[in-house]
């Protein structure tokens, strides 16, 4: 590894491509220069991989009351109202927006520019609210946001770009700020120093800190562990929400089933066909995803079964191949006909309601640091996420924190100590990363998955500690590579998990353990932890 430090400067420093970070970018790239670091691909996103679609009140018979209700329902009591219904008011505007300013393609009811948007269901939903593309709306947003950034002169997009650490910078009399950070050139294997007024976390969220997910690999919680680091709150990282419907298959255990199929009338069966959801719920298949998830996951423990199965045999199989192209082809290239058999499908981790605190504009709590889009927490989902309201999320709080950015940067010290690394060498021991990252990701799906116990939790906490003590060892003394840095997230974010589970002695939302199984009003509030203060509720 090279052993000077280059020193680039921007006025914004957005980490993360996904529609938050780009969304951002745009929207203050007349103002200033803004520099996109992305750890692979600039594609590489979570948002890419989003099926459904963006919920927002258009259809006659729905109203904002009603979106607002539908996500305070499924909330389970620890929504932010204000942040709800600010984010269901700004949805049709911005969603609008999208289409028109940054051309991303919706499907409309027919071929004229202005026809209405197409609206899809999902768990949950008691109205039609899900604008999308197809099956595919995450790949068109990112398809058209790339677009735009790339065409604008002040946005520089940098891939295989890491980041390390945040900048920060306290004064005795408590005051602190963020002004950039220290970031791998994964490539140039080369640690630079990127300085600005103002850095956006837009990391997204941290699947893969479990062993099945539906999240690509970049998802490993680096935003949340980078800010927890430099001493941000972060909060409720024990609702993790798990999917219902992954794909069974030996060759694509993390392809997505959307929720969709089961809005357009698909119904979750058990081996020999009997309904899964029947008399377990008024909205039986299409009732909300802890619900569904954990009917499933209790089946296949009753069982000794390996997946229940999706059944859309029963609907026209033209609409099937029209509304659900993506999803098709993925099937069939796995020799599975949705059209005439059912689809084998298992729950996976799938979207992290926690996150780093931060109010309706993404300011975190340290001047000169936002976070917007999954790697925040800022009250919209509570205990549950409503299925659709995460690209909601990111896209009201991407343009909220464009809106007031710029009076939240802090002049930054004008200087940064060069990457300092000791006596590092190259690592002869990759094994030792690799086994370290499967045992976390074992131990989170096994012992803090969809469903908890006190004793499992107790056996996660004590695990997590010592691998933790491992990968730090490491990390100080060999040089460090994108593996071990991610190594180093998802064993803090696990940690994370674990202690914000340990604190909730109630089942409520997606946390439900088998030793509390009631939801108690003593915690009907968030679980807040920071590395000075520790675990505290508010
Ligand atoms: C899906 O298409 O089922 C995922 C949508 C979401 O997670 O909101």
Redesign the pocket.
């Given at each position: 590894m090279k052993t000077n430090t280059p020193v680039h400067r921007c006025q914004y420093l957005v980490l993360g491509s996904g529609l938050a970070g780009l969304y951002f970018a745009l929207e203050v790239a007349d103002r200033g220069t803004v520099t996109v670091l992305t750890k692979h691909r600039r594609e590489s996103s979570n948002t890419r991989w989003?099926?459904?679609g963006i919920s927002a009140v258009f259809a006659d018979d729905d109203s904002l009351s009603k979106h607002l209700d539908d996500t305070l329902v499924v909330g389970a009591g620890l929504c932010d109202r204000d942040m709800v219904e600010h984010a269901v008011a700004r949805g049709p505007g911005l969603v609008r927006r999208l289409a028109d300013r940054y051309g991303v393609r919706f499907d409309r009811t027919s071929d004229a520019k202005d026809a209405p948007f197409e609206l899809g269901r999902?768990g949950g939903h008691t109205r039609r609210r899900v604008v999308h593309y197809r099956d595919m709306t995450g790949a068109e947003v990112e398809r058209a946001l790339i677009e735009a950034a790339q065409a604008h002169p002040n946005i520089t997009m940098l891939e295989h770009h890491m980041v390390i650490d945040l900048l920060s910078w306290t004064k005795v009399d408590g005051t602190r700020g963020c002004f950039g950070a220290y970031v791998l050139d994964i490539e140039r294997d080369q640690v630079e120093a990127h300085i600005a007024p103002l850095t956006v976390l837009a990391t997204g969220g941290a699947g893969r800190v479990y062993r099945y997910t539906s999240n690509p690999p970049v998802a490993t919680g680096d935003g949340v562990a980078m800010a927890y680091r430099i001493g941000a709150s972060v909060s409720n990282l024990e609702f993790m929400q798990f999917?219902p419907t992954c794909l069974h298959h030996p060759g694509a255990n993390t392809f997505?089933i959307?929720?969709?199929l089961r809005g357009e009338g698909g119904i979750l069966r058990k081996k020999g066909g009997a309904e899964l959801m029947k008399d377990r719920h008024p909205m039986g298949s299409l009732a909300p995803r802890d619900i569904v998830a954990r009917e499933i996951d209790a089946e296949l423990k009753r069982s000794g079964e390996r997946c229940v199965w999706l059944d859309m045999t029963h609907l026209d199989g033209e609409f099937i191949v029209r509304r659900f192209p993506g999803i098709h082809a993925r099937l069939t290239s796995l020799s599975i006909d949705m059209r005439r058999e059912p689809i084998p499908v298992v729950p996976a981790a799938?979207?992290m309601c926690g996150g780093v605190v931060v109010d309706r504009y993404g300011r975190t709590e340290i001047p000169g640091l936002m976070a917007i889009g999954e790697v925040a927490m800022s009250g919209l989902h509570g205990a549950c996420r409503l299925?659709?309201?995460?690209l909601l999320e990111a896209v009201v709080l991407a343009s909220g924190a464009a809106e007031v950015c710029d009076d939240f940067g802090r002049g930054p010290p004008d200087t940064v100590s060069p990457w300092n690394e000791g006596n590092a060498v190259d690592s002869d021991e990759a094994v030792m990363v690799s086994a370290n990252w499967e045992e976390v990701r074992g131990l989170m799906w096994n012992f803090v998955g969809i469903v908890r116990s006190s004793k499992r939790l107790e056996r996660a906490r004590r695990r997590i500690e010592l691998i933790r003590e491992e990968i730090l060892e490491y990390y100080w003394r060999f040089r460090i590579t994108r593996d071990v840095l991610e190594l180093r997230n998802i064993s803090l974010v696990g940690h994370l998990i674990i202690e914000c589970a340990r604190r909730r002695r109630e089942s409520r939302g997606l946390h439900y353990t088998l030793d509390h199984e009631a939801t108690r009003e003593h915690f009907a509030k968030n679980t807040v932890m920071d590395k000075y203060s520790g675990p505290r509720s508010r």
């Open positions: 989003a099926q459904g999902e999917h997505l959307s929720e969709a799938h979207y299925a659709s309201n995460s």
